[in-house]
């Protein structure tokens, strides 16, 4: 059974840093893409970014809004994918979601989702 | 930048069709994937690739995409369907998606 956990979310002041970790579990972590999803309160969603494998040069991509102040990484050895937020903005204020990315295909498909964690920006 | 649109609210009866739209500058020659959010859960792939089912999804959801619209279809539209849907495609390597559909089964 396919199973992403994040953690690390909390309050954190404008200007601020923090890192969110999902753990995978079930599939094969290291042939997968992973991607970053964001839902404010009551509002829609927002891809926030992506990595993929090592066989893709663990290329990475991100949405305007936060390129330059977010990065993704990941540790195959811990099956673990990573979102390090810096320069955190209280329009950054959402639950945050680690999401797969389905295997195969000609385009990238968001089939598994965590449960998300919240990230809180405010003074 | 591209843009889906989507309308805000649609209303069906239990056991009607439901139909909810996406609509996006030639969204037709891209793919598109529907999520099912229902309250407090995370989203629910329903249909990717425009008209492809994951596993364990019902056959009641059906998708297409042509032209500059495509479009979920709830076919005998039961209680437990009533959620949010969010339309999403790729423009280049970024994921949009859209602003999302709230579908209430009266």
């Known amino acids: 059974e396919v199973q992403l956990v994040e953690s690390g979310g909390g309050l954190v002041q404008p200007g601020g840093s923090l890192k969110l970790s999902c753990a995978a579990s079930?599939?094969?972590?290291?042939?997968?893409?992973m991607h970053w999803v964001r839902q404010a309160s009551g509002k829609g969603l927002e891809w926030v970014g992506r990595?993929?494998?090592?066989?893709?040069?663990?290329?990475?991509a991100y949405a305007a809004s936060v390129k330059g102040r977010f990065t993704i990484s990941r540790d195959d050895s811990k099956n673990t994918a990573s979102l390090q937020m810096n320069s955190l903005k209280t329009e950054d204020t959402a639950v945050y979601y680690c999401?797969?990315?389905?295997?195969?295909?000609?385009?990238?498909?968001?089939?598994?989702w965590g449960q998300g964690t919240l990230v809180t920006v405010s003074s | 930048s591209y843009e889906l649109t989507q309308p805000p609210s649609v209303s069906v009866s239990p056991g009607q069709t439901a139909s909810i739209t996406c609509s996006g500058d030639?969204?037709?020659?891209?793919?598109a994937s529907w999520y099912q959010q229902k309250p407090g859960q995370s989203p629910v792939l329903v249909i990717y690739?425009?008209?492809k089912r994951p596993s364990g999804i019902p056959e009641r959801f059906s998708g297409s995409n042509s032209g500059n619209t495509a479009t979920l279809t709830i076919r005998g539209t039961q209680a437990m369907d009533e959620a949010d849907y969010y339309c999403?495609?790729?423009?280049?390597?970024?994921?949009?998606f859209g602003p999302g559909t709230k579908v209430t089964v009266l």
């Open positions: 999401i797969r990315d389905s295997p195969g295909g000609p385009v990238a498909n968001f089939d598994y």
């Open positions: 079930g599939f094969t972590f290291s042939g997968s893409a």
């Open positions: 990595i993929r494998s090592k066989a893709n040069n663990y290329a990475t």
């Open positions: 030639k969204l037709g020659d891209k793919y």
């Open positions: 690739e425009d008209n």
């Open positions: 999403q495609t790729w423009d280049s390597t970024t994921a949009l």
